[in-house]
């Protein structure tokens, strides 16, 4: 069925270190995969999209691979400070009846340790 | 340019009532996505809107419909309210319906059922 898969579901990393949110996805057809950051009580927004053509993007601290035969991407985020806390959520598109439909992880607490 | 509008912000509610929630999109957006954000569920797929038509719909009851309207203002309804309905809801617009464009996401709807 139509799934996005992402883990941890919790992580803690010390401030200055690195973390990676991992995820796969179930549609061998879905073309773009965005991430986005919600931090508590405010809306997701988007920090980063990577589309099927390309493996790596990268913007400042945050990048995202893409392997599209394993069928999984992940974010990195390098030096990482204490506004990285968040929740992050992958997400993928689904083709489904001609359209797209944007499929969430059911994200990732990230902790950044002082 | 305003961001997406969600009304009201809180709810609560008895269980076995219905309820509306409404959702203003950004200007010049056509498409309407609506999510149901629970913990340790992330975002999940609730249906979107496109053009006054749904596109795609998620997994849940019939109980949870939509609508959307000429100027792309999105409604959605429950009925005979759950306590497992208790969440946030929200929704996202987007200029198109797929062509995999980012999801701006309104601040949502806290539905609590009592």
């Known amino acids: 069925g139509e799934n996005v898969e992402q883990h941890p579901s919790t992580l803690s990393v010390q401030e200055g270190d690195s973390a990676v949110i991992k995820c796969t996805y179930s549609?061998?057809?879905?073309?773009?995969f965005p991430w986005y950051k919600q931090e508590l009580g405010k809306r997701p927004q988007l920090i980063i999209d990577i589309r099927s053509n390309v493996g790596e993007k990268k913007d400042q601290r945050i990048a995202v691979t893409l392997n599209k035969t394993a069928k999984h991407f992940s974010l990195h985020i390098t030096e990482t400070q204490p506004e990285d806390s968040a929740v992050y959520f992958c997400?993928?598109?689904?083709?489904?009846?001609?359209?797209?439909?944007?499929?969430f992880g059911k994200g990732t607490r990230l902790h950044i340790l002082p | 340019k305003a961001g997406v509008t969600q009304t009201p912000r809180y709810l609560i509610k008895t269980r076995g009532q219905q309820v509306t929630l409404s959702c203003s999109p950004i200007s010049g957006h056509r498409s309407v996505s609506w999510y149901q954000q629970t913990p340790g569920q992330g975002l999940q797929f609730l249906f979107e809107y496109f053009s006054e038509t749904q596109r795609n719909k998620g997994n849940f009851p019939g109980r949870f419909s939509g609508r959307q309207f000429s100027n792309s203002r999105s409604e959605m309804n429950v009925s005979t309210l759950e306590l497992g309905d208790s969440a946030l809801y929200l929704c996202a617009s987007r200029t198109t319906s797929g062509g995999n464009t980012e999801a701006f996401f309104g601040q949502g709807t806290r539905l609590t059922v009592v």
């Open positions: 997400a993928a598109s689904m083709l489904s009846r001609g359209d797209d439909k944007i499929i």
């Open positions: 549609d061998s057809a879905s073309n773009y």
